[in-house]
């Protein structure tokens, strides 16, 4: 199929230049899991790495041509990368991409079609310290098992041979019907309650999505219910 978002849900291989490329299921996430820190990589985070007089030769370089450059035993980027493409398309293709922007559009798709998410760790251990230490204290952070183990109780069943990006669908689609009987609820005792449509798009990608947190249920409702 062609490179629409609305049609994802199917989970049909979709049609590129390069090649078809596929959706992974849950149960492949492991394979796919490995290259994560790969899919996220950028030119700016590989000269970070580099002493300035090596980086300065590289600035102009294009991110693509310094994939090709980094082969050897030690640090073969290169067929890093071929691997990779290999594992999404069936086939080796990294070859056929053309420019920086065909390979961000490919590692973006990667990204969509598998619903990827990945924090970068700080290159300051200071930074990186707070930044552990923040992502465990906070309770409302939805990882993988959160999801899967959601739509695990809400199915009746594991989910280990659904697509990645038709669990995560689910998920989010099961969080609109609650979201739902909630504002329905708080509908019957309060006139100015907007009621939650349970069928509107979901937009899985938008990360500033808002949530009502347990503080704000609770504050909710004592404001209706005093």
């Excluded at 980094?70 to 594992?87: A, C, E, I, S, T």
């Excluded at 939650?196 to 999505?209: A, H, N």
């Amino acid at each position: 199929m062609q490179d629409v978002k609305e049609f994802y849900i199917l989970c049909e291989p979709i049609e590129t230049r390069i090649g078809t490329i596929r959706f992974f299921k849950v149960n492949e996430y492991l394979q796919l899991a490995k290259y994560m820190q790969l899919i996220f990589l950028t030119k700016k985070d590989l000269l970070k790495g580099m002493q300035k007089d090596v980086k300065d030769q590289f600035a102009e370089v294009s991110f693509l041509d310094l994939i090709k450059y980094l082969r050897n035993q030690d640090f073969n980027l290169y067929q890093n990368y071929k691997d990779l493409f290999y594992l999404c398309f069936g086939e080796d293709v990294f070859r056929k991409i053309a420019d920086d922007k065909e390979l961000q559009y490919y590692l973006d798709l990667i990204k969509r079609m598998n619903h990827l998410r990945y924090e970068k760790p700080s290159s300051n251990p200071e930074i990186e310290k707070f930044n552990i230490m923040k992502r465990k204290m906070n309770k409302d952070a939805v990882n993988f098992e959160a999801v899967y183990t959601s739509v695990w109780i809400a199915t009746g069943s594991k989910p280990s041979d659904m697509y990645i990006y038709e669990m995560y669908a689910l998920f989010y689609r099961e969080g609109q019907f609650k979201g739902h009987k909630l504002t329905s609820l708080f509908a019957t005792v309060a006139k100015d309650q907007k009621i939650e449509s349970w069928c509107k798009s979901v937009d899985m990608f938008d990360l500033e999505e808002k949530k009502l947190s347990l503080e704000d249920f609770k504050k909710k409702s004592i404001e209706i219910f005093k």
